[in-house]
Structures are given as structure tokens and as C-alpha cells.
């Protein structure tokens, strides 16, 4: 008896050190080990959070339904493509993953693990440029259709449209200049100050004085308008009183133009502003081009303002008195009309002009102590395209100018220099017409 036993036990004993080595490596196994999944790799964890140091940050959203899109998978390399880490996005769509320092990485993105129905729009990488030491982000659109290309024909008649706009702009300031040049022969260097004070004018009444947008140009208009009798009053006329040449009442427009632009820093500032209201607006489609209302507002006050200050000048007798001062101021005298007086009344014209210009200019964009000086010598071109001294001239001038300052940069000049294409034309054209397109040969000198 006692032997079986003990052959049992030595039995039993045996058996165990066999079956010990299986025990132990199936104990390192998962007992009930389930099937790798693609899926399985790219959970999305519940919530990822920025990491210490720098690192770089990327958020999927789906841009159609702004949804969140987690578990994605996003490698992030070094310049020499050195694998630097992943991650995976969250609920949340982020994803953060740590970078040695700055330097420039590449984020690649992995189309795959894209949940179904949601599509990648353009490159699947994106290079950094790693700078802070912190956060460094990249972007990735999603969900984001492709905009189509928008055609040569409707770029130019948008182009077109902002030309004429801006060119009636320009036109009512070369207009005043015009008028004021054609009594005086003054070759008004101050002349773009006068466009910013009509602007400055109708940001103070707008924002100082709380004037709707419409009042506060008229009422800058006005003030224009006492501007310019001011300045015949006591500094033009004196001037003329006096004697002094046009040569150097053009050298004093150029002193008091720098004085009036330092006035304007000082008490407006350097920064630029907006009026209360006109800020943005929604374009609306008028068949072939768009426009917002305030732009609307814009062309069509200006052509009203063209329209009745031109027909004015042709039928009314100040008109008739103007340009007679304009061709021949002794004879004009000789003949009975007051010189000065019709002088001033050119000058408190031709600032009004000038300032609702500014104040429309204005409400397109918006008021800087600089805006008249920068249009200044768009200005004397639109004038001297036109024919120095003539209405019309300096209205047909003012549209070219307009329209190739904003057509030009379809045609490869770039925008941050477009002046130069109006520039271009004219001299092109005063090299063939010097006197101007309307102006006549004895005006020249």
C-alpha cells in the first residue's frame, strides 16, 4: 500500500514539473485573447491633454456639420524625417503631440483611420514652423469643398465696377482741383489734406457728435465748405493782394499741406478708424456684379453731385462767372464781375467737392490722417490726363484713372503697387496729347 502510494505521488509530481512550463507561458497570454481590429489601434481616448514644453496641436473638426472628428492618427517628423511622435485625436477632435524645441516639422495626417464618410480636402501633410515653446498649431481642412476657380470675365467686371466707384471718388476731389486751379492757376499741393479733413469731419460727427452716417456727411460738407472760405480769406487772398507769383503760392500750398497732415496726426492720431456704421455689409447681386448697399449709396451720390454741379457751372450765372474768371480774369474785371468773389466761391465749391470725396472715401474703407495725401497723386493725374482747367477733362480723367488702378492687377501689376499702371498710361498719353485728352494747346504754360 505504501509503495502505490508513493508511486502516486511520484507520479503526480512528475506530471506537475511536465506540465509547469505550459502554465507558465499561457499564463502570460491573454486567456481569452480577442482579434486585432484596425480599428482597435485608433481609439480615441477620452480626453487628451497639452503636454509640457513645446509641442504641437492639431483640432479636426468637420467643417460641414462642425462635428468633432476623434481618432485619427497624426505623425509628426523633423526636417530630416525623423519620426517624432503621434497621436491620436480625442472626443474633442484634438491631438498633441511633443516636439524637441522650435524648428521646422511636418504633420502628416493618416487618411486611413478617417472615420467613414469624411473626406480630407488637399494635402494629407502640413509643415510647421515651430517657434514658441509652448503650443504650436497646424490645420487641416475637412469637410471643406474645394472652391472653384473664379473666372477671368466676372474678375474683371468686379474689377470694373470698383474702378468706376473709385473714379467718382477720385472725380469730386479732381474736380474741386480743377475748379480751383482753373480761377487761380494754383497748382494746390494741399489740395489731398482737403480730402482728409472731409473724412475726419464726418468720423467726428459720426462718432463725436453721434450723427448718423448720412448727416455726418453733410454736415462734413459744410464744414468743408467753411474751410475753404477760411483759407481764401486769410491766406489766399492776402497772398494775391501781395503780388506773390504762382510759383510761390504753389511752394506755400506744399508747407501748408505738411502743416495741415501733422494737425491731423496730432489730434486724429495714427491709427486707423471706422465710422459707427457701413462697417461691413452683405453684397447683393445685381446680375453681372455685386454690390453692398453702401457702395450703392456711394456711386450713386456721387453721380448726383457730378451731375448737378456740372449742369450748374454750364447754366447757372455763377457758373457762367467762373469760367469766365477762368479764361480771362483781367477782362472779367474790366467787365464788371468781382474777381475776388467769384474766387471765393470757387474755393468754398471746389473744398465741398473735395470734402464730400473724403467723407465717401471714408464710408468705403476707412479714415487715416494719410488717406488724402496717398490719393493726392492720383489726383493731379486724373487732372492732367483730363486737360488742367477743364471740367469735363478732369471727370473723364478721373474714370480712367479709377479703372486702371483697379483693373490694372488682373493684368499682372501687383496690388501693392497698382498706382504705377494709371501712372503708365499717363504719360503714355501726354507723350502723344500733351495738353490732356480734353485740354486745349493754349492752356500748356
Not at 121 to 140: E, K
Not at 149 to 166: D, H, M, N, W, Y
Not at 185 to 190: A, D, E, Q, R, V
Not at 300 to 323: D, E, H, Q, S, Y
Request: net charge neutral; charged share 15%.
Amino acid at each position: 500500500m505504501r509503495r502505490t502510494t508513493h508511486v502516486l505521488v511520484t507520479a503526480v509530481l512528475a506530471l506537475m514539473v511536465l506540465l509547469l512550463p505550459a502554465t507558465a507561458a499561457s499564463a502570460t497570454e491573454d486567456p481569452s485573447p480577442a482579434p486585432a481590429s484596425p480599428s482597435a489601434s485608433t481609439t480615441a481616448p477620452t480626453q487628451n491633454t497639452p503636454p509640457q514644453g513645446a509641442f504641437i496641436g492639431v483640432t479636426l473638426v468637420d467643417s460641414s456639420t462642425d462635428d468633432p472628428i476623434p481618432g485619427v492618427t497624426l505623425v509628426v517628423t523633423d526636417a530630416d524625417k525623423t519620426e517624432i511622435g503621434e497621436g491620436v485625436t480625442d472626443t474633442d477632435g484634438r491631438a498633441f503631440i511633443s516636439i524637441p524645441g522650435q524648428g521646422e516639422y511636418t504633420v502628416e495626417l493618416e487618411e486611413d483611420t478617417l472615420p467613414d464618410g469624411i473626406e480630407l480636402n488637399g494635402s494629407t501633410t502640413r509643415t510647421v514652423n515651430a517657434l514658441l515653446d509652448g503650443g504650436n498649431f497646424a490645420q487641416f481642412q475637412i469637410g471643406v469643398a474645394e472652391q472653384a476657380s473664379v473666372p477671368f470675365s466676372e474678375r474683371f467686371i468686379t474689377a470694373l465696377v470698383g474702378g468706376i466707384k473709385f473714379g467718382l471718388i477720385i472725380g469730386l476731389a479732381a474736380l474741386g482741383l480743377s475748379l480751383i486751379f482753373g480761377t487761380t492757376k494754383l497748382t494746390n499741393f494741399s489740395h489731398g489734406e482737403l480730402i482728409t479733413f472731409g473724412a475726419i469731419a464726418t468720423y467726428v460727427m459720426n462718432r463725436a457728435f453721434g450723427l448718423p452716417v448720412i448727416l455726418a456727411v453733410v454736415a462734413a460738407v459744410v464744414v468743408s465748405a467753411g474751410f475753404g472760405w477760411l483759407q481764401d480769406k486769410f491766406l489766399w487772398k492776402p497772398l494775391r493782394n501781395k503780388g506773390i507769383g504762382i510759383i510761390a503760392m504753389m511752394i506755400v500750398s506744399i508747407g501748408f499741406g505738411l502743416f495741415l497732415r501733422f494737425v491731423f496726426q496730432f489730434g486724429f492720431g495714427g491709427s486707423r478708424r471706422s465710422l459707427s456704421q457701413y462697417v461691413t455689409q452683405p453684397r447683393k447681386d445685381y446680375g453681372f456684379f455685386s454690390l453692398a448697399d453702401k457702395e450703392a449709396g456711394i456711386i450713386i451720390v456721387a453721380i448726383v453731385v457730378l451731375t448737378v454741379t456740372c449742369v450748374g457751372l454750364m447754366k447757372t450765372r455763377l457758373g457762367k462767372a467762373m469760367r469766365a474768371v477762368s479764361d480771362n480774369p483781367a477782362l472779367s474785371a474790366s467787365s464788371g464781375l468781382r474777381v475776388d468773389g467769384v474766387i471765393r466761391s470757387v474755393w468754398v465749391l471746389g473744398t465741398a467737392l473735395t470734402g464730400l470725396s473724403g467723407a465717401l472715401l471714408a464710408i468705403n474703407s476707412q479714415v487715416n490722417f494719410q488717406m488724402g495725401f496717398k490719393l493726392l497723386l492720383l489726383v493731379f493725374a486724373a487732372v492732367t490726363l483730363g486737360g488742367l482747367g477743364t471740367i469735363w477733362g478732369a471727370l473723364l480723367g478721373s474714370m480712367i484713372i479709377g479703372i486702371l488702378y483697379e483693373v490694372g492687377p488682373l493684368f499682372g501689376i501687383p496690388s501693392s503697387i497698382k498706382e504705377v499702371g494709371a501712372l503708365v498710361v499717363l504719360i503714355l498719353i501726354l507723350l502723344v496729347r500733351p495738353q490732356g485728352i480734353l485740354g486745349r494747346p493754349e492752356r500748356i504754360g
